[in-house]
């Protein structure tokens, strides 16, 4: 529960960033962390062309860089791109001038106002500097696709059980969750969509 659907304490240290959307609209914002990737993007994006489905792509500024036509094909068809930092740091790890500084030159290359930490992690020094200049994006669930010791079952029960109106969802759009995320989201867009559940970008 902790990591598939953060707990209301955990979402008050960082009380202006976005965790969840409007609870009146059954409304649910699909997310994709750490793309373009040759290996899930595009087979993504075509899925979610079969369901009439928009969703917000975070990509690393690297990644844009060695796969300029997949970022480019990901806002051609008509989904939002936000700021996952340059080469995917954990905020953590680094001062606040340097961390910036990684959002910075990704955001010459992704210009959104949107930016979403890797691994959640980021200090509150840095969180209050980039909340001057971007929306900050966090998750209501977190799929854990990148976790390749669970099954594709296992995630789409993650989605069926956390899912709520207005959630922020969090899949991969990586190498690494390739098997899980390729298996999982059509499943998980005919769910949704036989919940009810339209699908919107975060703009």
């Known amino acids: 529960m902790l990591i598939e659907q953060p707990p209301l304490w955990l979402r008050k240290i960082y009380p202006n960033a976005i965790w969840r ?28 062309d079969k369901f ?6 975070f990509c690393v500024g690297e990644n844009v ?44 290359l992704i210009e959104s106002p949107l930016f979403r930490p890797p691994h959640g992690q980021i200090k509150i020094e840095q969180y209050r500097e980039l909340s001057k200049k971007y929306t900050i994006v966090m998750w209501d669930v977190i799929t854990r696709d990148y976790n390749q010791k669970l099954s594709p079952e296992k995630i789409f029960g993650i989605v069926k ?35 009810g559940f339209q699908f919107a970008t975060l703009n």
């Open 65 to 108: 860089q060695r796969t300029p036509m997949l970022f480019d094909e990901i806002k051609k068809r008509g989904h939002q791109v936000g700021n996952h930092t340059l080469r995917h740091v954990k905020g953590f790890n680094f001062s606040t001038k340097k961390y910036i500084s990684q959002v910075e030159r990704a955001d010459k």
């Open 52 to 57: 009439e489905a928009k969703a917000t792509f």
């Open 161 to 195: 059980k956390y899912t709520r109106n207005g959630s922020i969802i969090v899949f991969h759009d990586s190498k690494k969750a390739q098997k899980n995320v390729l298996s999982t989201l059509p499943k998980a867009l005919q769910f949704l969509k036989n919940e």
């Open 21 to 48: 959307k409007s609870e009146e609209e059954k409304v649910v914002f699909l997310t994709f962390d750490d793309g373009p990737c040759k290996e899930t993007t595009l087979r993504i994006l075509e899925i979610l």
